[in-house]
Structure formats: structure tokens, C-alpha cells
């Protein structure tokens, strides 16, 4: 079955660590979203890509990384400049254009300690 | 740019009564509309969405919602919740017409079951 698949479930980072946080679909879509959740505040949106090769800050951009060498991945650095960085942390995807809505990975909660 | 309100953020229901979440969105024309649901813990499940045609929308799990140009709602329905239907519940809108490929979502209400 196709679908996203988010790895780790569980992140701990020590404070001045970069992390990263995977995301990979194999539904063919050409679009790849991060947002992170906070309680009482929904979903932000960090970063998106349309295409390969390509991507776009989102509202809360800063402290965070992505790259997009395939179309398949989409893998998120949370760098030591976030200063906040524990959340719960969603990548989704969508055909291109509007009308298709998310699929949407498990998440991962990422913890500093 | 487009933006949605969920009113309510947090609403508990008896188990077998009926329910319905608000969602009021701002757009200039008729965007596309989703309902997500996400249990603890994990990722958003699309229940329903709206594109055009028929105002009332069904969707998974006994779930319904219907669009209302006149006050820019799209309320989500059902006749009678059951337990596992606790879970927070987030709107979405979408832009006809733009590029930019990105859905905003409302804050979320969290639904509570009563026994």
C-alpha cells in the first residue's frame, strides 16, 4: 500500500544538536509539506516543495532545513538555531494543485533534553 | 489570501447525541474545503472535502458536512458519535486557481465523548 512514512517516532536532541527528521512517500505525489504542531495552536507550516530540486519557506521557516533530491524525500533539519524546537512534526503530500487534499505520515515528537 | 476559524476549541458530546463542528473560512471565490481528523499521537485522516456540485458532502466514519456560500461555512455533521470518535478535528481550505499548491488549516477542536 502506498503511503508516508516518517521516521523516528520518537527523536530525543541534546540542546546545540542538529537533528534530522525523514519523510518518504512512495504515492507518486509531487508536492512534500512539513508542519509542526503545537498544543492549542494547529498545524505551521515550516516548509513545501512543489518539485524536485525546489522548495519553499512556509511561515515559521526559521531554525529549520530541507532539501529535495528526490521525489520521494523530503527530509527536515531541525539546526541548534531553533530555540524551541519540541513539537510533534508532520509531513504530508499532494498531487499538485489544491483540489487533492494531504496524506498526511504518523509524526514524529521530537524532544530536546 | 485564504484563512479559516474554528470557533470552538473543545467540545464534549454524549455518547449517541448528535454533533456538529463550526468552520468558517475567508476567501474571494469558492475554495476547496476539507475535513481532517487526527487521534492522539498520530497524523490527520481526511474525512471529507468539497470541490463543487452538491453543497452536502459525505465522508468516512459517518461523518458529513455542508457548504454554505451566504456565511462561509463548512460545518461537519454527524447524526450520532460514538466513542472512538474522540479525537481533534481540523478544517482546511484550499486556493482554486494558485500555484502555490498550499492548504491552510484552522486551529482544530478537540472532541471529548461523554459515556
Redesign the interface.
Known amino acids: 500500500d502506498g503511503g508516508?512514512t516518517?521516521s523516528p517516532k520518537y527523536l530525543f536532541r541534546k540542546e546545540g544538536q542538529n537533528v534530522t527528521l525523514s519523510c518518504e512517500q512512495n504515492l507518486n505525489h509531487d508536492?512534500m509539506?512539513w508542519?509542526r504542531q503545537d498544543p492549542?495552536?494547529?498545524?505551521r507550516?515550516i516548509y513545501?516543495s512543489?518539485i524536485v530540486n525546489d522548495f519553499q519557506k512556509g511561515d515559521i521557516a526559521e531554525g529549520y532545513s530541507v532539501s529535495r533530491e528526490k521525489k520521494e524525500s523530503f527530509p527536515l533539519t531541525v539546526t541548534s538555531a531553533q530555540k524551541n524546537p519540541t513539537a510533534?512534526y508532520?509531513c504530508?503530500s499532494?498531487r499538485?494543485?489544491?483540489?487533492y487534499?494531504?496524506?498526511?505520515?504518523?509524526?514524529t515528537?521530537l524532544t530536546v533534553v | 489570501a485564504q484563512s479559516v476559524t474554528q470557533p470552538d476549541i473543545h467540545i464534549t458530546v454524549s455518547e449517541g447525541a448528535s454533533l456538529e463542528l463550526r468552520c468558517n473560512y475567508s476567501y474571494g471565490a469558492t475554495p476547496y474545503l476539507f475535513w481532517y481528523v487526527q487521534s492522539p499521537g498520530q497524523g490527520l485522516q481526511l474525512l471529507l472535502k468539497y470541490f463543487s456540485g452538491d453543497t452536502l458532502v459525505q465522508g468516512i466514519k459517518g461523518f458529513e458536512a455542508e457548504f454554505k456560500r451566504s456565511q462561509s461555512s463548512f460545518n461537519l455533521r454527524k447524526p450520532s458519535v460514538h466513542w472512538s470518535d474522540a479525537a481533534e478535528y481540523f478544517c482546511a481550505v484550499g486556493a482554486r486557481y494558485s500555484s502555490a499548491s498550499k492548504i491552510i488549516f484552522g486551529s482544530g477542536t478537540r472532541l471529548s465523548i461523554r459515556p
Open positions: 508516508i516518517q508536492a509539506y508542519y492549542g495552536q494547529g498545524l507550516l513545501y512543489q510533534f508532520l504530508a499532494s499538485a494543485g489544491d483540489s487534499g494531504y496524506t498526511f505520515g504518523s509524526g515528537r
